[in-house]
């Protein structure tokens, strides 16, 4: 079982491991609106957040754009589109499969 087997549709897709997901995800192609944050803004080189975000698909949908942007730079990703769209995205990568 390969790694891309076990990365949530969205990440899978922001770092092109695989052509299938397009096909079988219902997420919008967000390409272009999705970059990692640069180095320089975290002095201290970036870590990735000990614990995965636990919030139900009822939270995010109920989330406001900046609680949104601060989850989303935890995880230093930088998120430009709608409110809906962050919320999508953000659902896509933090929740399992069983959980949409």
């Not at 390969?2 to 299938?20: D, V, Y």
């Not at 201290?44 to 975000?53: D, K």
């Not at 939270?59 to 769209?85: H, N, T, V």
Request: charged letters at 25%; a negative charge; aromatic letters at 12%.
């Amino acid at each position: 079982m390969g790694m891309k087997c076990l990365l949530p549709p969205a990440f899978a897709q922001m770092f092109g491991c695989s052509n299938q997901i397009d096909q079988t995800s219902n997420f919008v192609n967000t390409r272009n609106k999705i970059k990692m944050i640069e180095k320089e803004e975290f002095p201290s080189g970036f870590q990735v957040p000990l614990h995965y975000p636990r919030y139900s698909k009822s939270d995010y949908e109920a989330m406001d754009d900046l609680s949104l942007d601060l989850l989303l730079k935890q995880y230093g990703i930088s998120f430009e589109g709608s409110l809906e769209d962050k919320r999508v995205f953000a659902m896509e990568s933090f929740l399992w499969p069983d959980q949409l």
